[in-house]
């Protein structure tokens, strides 16, 4: 490994030197996600720089190379009865660690459990100037220095090239129960909002197409008692319908159209825009299918109105900014951090705003 | 600046009663919770709004003035410790909650709201705020931020890092930072993760959107007590081993079980070596089986008594002790430093002789309370501030623990910050890369260095000079410096 760690040093080194672009990829499942970069900058594959470094189930941390197949580190935790409790998607077999962390996508359990990020313990990267530098750790609580390695979480592979992560695991729940019920768009933004404010082991949510459907995880008594607190009807496979949601192989996400994410205020009303809209996260996450081009504005500005921000998540033919604007001081602030992590400006540039 | 000409100034804005010059007025100030360090400002001022925090910075910056915030000023590692030719500006008169939104499960309140002080006022609702640090009656909500706290329940429920949904910030330059949202994320960096913890040296955070929980409907606490303290840390590994995320999670070693004892007549097991407490929340049903799983697997581990709570008053009784580690460790010395390192859990035995070790070297008693489930370590040094040189002794004996946690793949702070006092160890846990980043994350937020200046990270100069260097992976640091 050390080898390829050579070599990754040797190329982000050249390319400061050079000034030259590189694009950062892993196994290229997100490739469609963010601002198209130009295929003229030069592919950095992270794949090479691969395997599991740590793992110990009874200290929940494990630590892995980024070039690392995402799916092998599922396989792994759930050979120990383990989890990465985000739930992340992976849109496609050949995602790897370091792709779900840069894109920082969270999967259906994110309202229940926490985002990517929340489970961020340390990051190794390589800086845009080729340092190799190491931020948190692998322990649990750690307050030494600013929180870096959160920092990366969704950055999109702009402020380092991630050579390992550590992340916290979970054990997996023993019992998983799906129920679904008919209901309004209206009241099912309600009725996810009143049920997370009691204690309920509801692990996640989705309404569409006039269906509520929800997911109980826990103890096998503590299923069974909410499942008559709530009533609705169990669902077969409940297993796939989640894995239809959170890999977007659902009918819903079938659409030729521009799919947008608005992740607003979850009991936030429903939201007057044209499209079909699926709703994940206890309101917090809406799914927006919409082919009108004109509605861009007003996509944004109904995000922003209700206490978010909306992202042009598959952009199916649409050719507008990505991700939401930001404000004049937010951008200072950004293309500054920006500089100091990658002073050329040569890690994945415009792949999250065309400004950096 | 004179202190004249800075208070004529600050009265412009600010009324008589929130400028405080006289050296007794000032005084109440001179250090937070960690009181080996004491500094009087120049002026402590008060404000009471976010329009009066932004004419302070904005005089600050004009000036060229330091300024450290401070919340409650309950911080145990100097954080709010104050500048000597700077302005202190506390935020406990904005204690305003501006808003609870029970559905939403959000709670907006003004930084000098106090932590308990949310979940009471969520409490009509079935909701709480999780993260709860052991100075929760008194911290607040901005300094909660600035360090991101954590507390006994953090293991399952989180750090203040995760509870929170976004926070209004001023930087030294007056730009009004809006960062996280009403939603799960936001767009752009997680900014949000990098002003939570940074210790009041990026922003000033004037209002603060937390995420609410529902309180738990049922807790109940098992007690088991080993005759070994390995035995008890390999219990706290069987228990996650079985899948188990328990809600608390604390460990009391032999000489704080005896503290505690004498203190508060708890009943605790005086033949035992450690005391662990295990603690089980959620819905009733969950618990009773999960109670029933712990207990079972303390027996296991080779627990010599096992007591688990079956009326919330007893559950409050055992906890009462390790509550009372703190104060215990008052009453048998004049004196304690409070350690906060954290390690990988499967450490602890060698961790804890480690510490014994030293004990007897430094010739300076060691308490050690222990939130076993997440890994982090608060020995209790016991020391006479009114002897000479034991203060000195009590630093370095601490200095030398959190070198050991990280020579065992831990860290020098697990919830209080580097403040003024872990600076020194900053130096063994980085190298000048990471160093030299934080600086860069410093600046681009306070590029003259204005806020909360000396602290949380050192000067790449005074690692060299302490000549504490880590050397990693056979690199030698600080190539390009000076050596005297």
Partial sequence: ?356 | MSVQSLVTRLRTFLPPESVLFEAEDLRPYECDGLSAYRQLPLVVVLPRNEDQIAQILALCHETQTPLVARGAGTGLSGGALPHAQGVLMSLGKLKQIIEIDPLARTACVQPGVRNLAISEAAKPYGLHYAPDPSSQIACSIGGNVAENSGGVHCLKYGLTVHNIMKLRVLTIAGELLEIGGESLDSAGFDLLALMTGSEGMLGIVTEVTVKLIPIPEKAQLVMASFDDVQKAGNAVANVIGAGIIPAGMEMMDKITIHAVEEFLHAGYDLNAEAILLCESDGAAEEVVDEIARIHAIMQQSGAINISTSQTEAERLSFWAGRKAAFPAAGRVSPDYYCMDGTIPRKHLADVLQGIEYLSQQYGLRCMNVFHAGDGNLHPLILYDANQPGELEKAEEFGGKILEMCIRVGGTITGEHGVGMEKINQMCTQFRTGELEMFHAIKAAFDPQGLLNPGKAVPTLHRCAELGAMHVHRGEEKFTDLPRF
């Avoid at chain 1, 990465?84 to 660690?97: I, Q, V």
């Avoid at chain 1, 607190?229 to 297993?239: F, R, T």
């Fill in chain 1, 1 to 356: 490994m050390q080898v390829i760690l050579d070599q990754f040093k040797a190329t982000v080194a050249k390319a400061y030197a050079q000034k030259t672009p590189l694009q950062i990829g892993g196994g290229g499942t997100k490739h469609f996600y963010g601002n198209a970069v130009p295929q003229t900058h030069m592919l950095l594959d992270t794949r090479p720089y691969h395997g599991i470094v740590a793992y110990e189930p009874t200290e929940l941390v494990i630590t892995a190379r980024a070039g690392t197949q995402l799916a092998d580190v599922q396989a792994l935790l759930d050979r120990h009865g383990q989890m990465l409790a985000f739930e992340p998607p992976f849109f496609g077999e050949s995602a790897t660690l370091g792709g779900c962390i840069a894109a920082g996508l969270s999967g259906p359990r994110r309202a229940a459990a926490g985002a990517v990020r929340d489970f961020v313990l340390g990051v190794r990267l390589l800086s845009g100037k080729a340092e190799d530098l190491s931020f948190g750790g692998q322990v649990m609580k750690n307050v030494a220095g600013f929180d870096v390695s959160r920092l990366m979480a969704g950055a999109m592979g702009t402020l380092g090239l991630l050579l390992e992560i550590s992340l916290k695991v979970l054990p997996k729940p023993p019992v998983d129960l799906t129920l679904r019920m008919a209901m309004d768009q209206a009241s099912a933004i309600e009725v996810m909002n009143r049920w997370a404010g009691r204690p309920l082991p509801i692990s996640a949510t989705c309404f569409t197409d006039g269906m509520l459907t929800i997911r109980l995880s826990g103890a096998e008594s503590a299923v069974k008692a909410a499942h008559v607190k709530l009533g609705g009807e169990e669902l077969d496979d409940g297993a796939a319908f989640w894995q239809s949601i959170r890999e977007q192989t659902h009918d819903f996400f079938q659409s030729p159209q521009p799919l947008w994410r608005l992740a607003v205020k979850s009991a936030n009303a429903p939201m007057s825009l044209p499209g079909n809209v699926l709703i994940e996260w206890q309101g917090g996450l809406r799914w927006l299918s919409c082919d009108d081009p004109e509605a861009v504005e007003r996509i944004r500005k109904s995000a922003k109105e209700a206490g978010g921000h909306a992202t042009l998540f598959r952009r199916n033919g649409l050719a507008t900014a990505v991700f939401h604007p930001l404000d004049g001081n937010m951008m200072r602030i950004h293309r500054v951090l920006k500089e100091k992590f990658d002073p050329a400006g040569i890690l994945n540039p415009g792949r999250l705003y065309p400004e950096f």
